[in-house]
T-cell receptor
Framework: KAGVTQTPRYLIKTRGQQVTLSCSPISGHRSVSWYQQTPGQGLQFLFEYFSETQRNKGNFPGRFSGRQFSNSRSEMNVSTLELGDSALYLC???????????FGPGTRLLVL | QKEVEQNSGPLSVPEGAIASLNCTYSDRGSQSFFWYRQYSGKSPELIMFIYSNGDKEDGRFTAQLNKASQYVSLLIRDSQPSDSATYLCAVNMVGTGTASKLTFGTGTRLQVTL
C-alpha cells in the first residue's frame, strides 16, 4: 500500500506571496492532519480534516487554512507569507481521528 | 507547563546498551500515546503506540505507560548506531466529540556510540 505523499517537496517563496501544499493520504484513510515543524518550536498541530470537515484546529493565525476533498486528499494554504513561516510542513493520515497517524515526507518551505 | 515534555538530550549510550527515553504529559484525559523516530531531514516514522497502563514490547523496543503518574517511556534494547535519531513522544488529547489532536514533545536526540 502506498504511503502518504506530499507535493511539492521543496518550495521557495517571497514574503507576501501565498502557497498551496497538497497531501494524498494512504488509501482508505479519511483523516488528514497537518503540522508545522521548526527548529525552535518543534512539531505543532495546524488542523485536522475528516470527511471534508475541519474537526480540530491548532493555534495558528487565519492565514493558515486548509480543505479536504471527497477523495480525502487535502490541501493547506498559507497567505501573505512571512519569514517565520519557513518550516517543514508535514501531513499525516489515519483511518479515523483516533487511529495511529502516518506521516508523509513533508514539504520544506523557505520564505525569503 | 508544556503539554508534553521530553529531555532534549543528547542522550548518549554505547552500542549494545539500553537507551531509556522519557516523556511526561499534562492532560489526564489523554488516551493514546505514540513514539516516533525522526532522522535528520526526514519525516517522523512510527515506532510504537500504547493505550493501556503497563508495558508493550515490539522487538527491541518496549513502551511503558503509567497514567497515574502521567508518564510514558521508551526502552531500546541492544542499541545500534542506526538508532541514532530524535525520538518524539506524542499524546493524543481527545477534543470535543471524536476529534483529536496529536501533541508532540520537542524530542530527545539519541546518540549511539561505537
Amino acid at each position: 500500500k502506498a504511503g502518504v505523499t506530499q507535493t511539492p517537496r521543496y518550495l521557495i517563496k517571497t514574503r507576501g506571496q501565498q502557497v498551496t501544499l497538497s497531501c494524498s493520504p494512504i488509501s482508505g484513510h479519511r483523516s488528514v492532519s497537518w503540522y508545522q515543524q521548526t527548529p525552535g518550536q518543534g512539531l505543532q498541530f495546524l488542523f485536522e480534516y475528516f470527511s471534508e470537515t475541519q474537526r480540530n484546529k491548532g493555534n495558528f493565525p487565519g492565514r493558515f487554512s486548509g480543505r479536504q476533498f471527497s477523495n480525502s486528499r487535502s490541501e493547506m494554504n498559507v497567505s501573505t507569507l512571512e519569514l517565520g513561516d519557513s518550516a517543514l510542513y508535514l501531513c499525516a493520515s489515519s483511518l479515523t481521528s483516533q487511529e495511529t497517524q502516518y506521516f508523509g515526507p513533508g514539504t520544506r518551505l523557505l520564505v525569503l | 507547563q508544556k503539554e508534553v515534555e521530553q529531555n532534549s538530550g543528547p542522550l548518549s549510550v554505547p552500542e549494545g546498551a539500553i537507551a531509556s527515553l522519557n516523556c511526561t504529559y499534562s492532560d489526564r484525559g489523554s488516551q493514546s500515546f505514540f513514539w516516533y523516530r525522526q532522522y535528520s531531514g526526514k519525516s517522523p516514522e512510527l515506532i510504537m503506540f500504547i493505550y493501556s497502563n503497563g508495558d508493550k514490547e515490539d522487538g527491541r523496543f518496549t513502551a511503558q505507560l503509567n497514567k497515574a503518574s502521567q508518564y510514558v517511556s521508551l526502552l531500546i534494547r541492544d542499541s545500534q548506531p542506526s538508532d541514532s535519531a530524535t525520538y518524539l513522544c506524542a499524546v493524543n488529547m481527545v477534543g470535543t466529540g471524536t476529534a483529536s489532536k496529536l501533541t508532540f514533545g520537542t524530542g530527545t536526540r539519541l546518540q549511539v556510540t561505537l
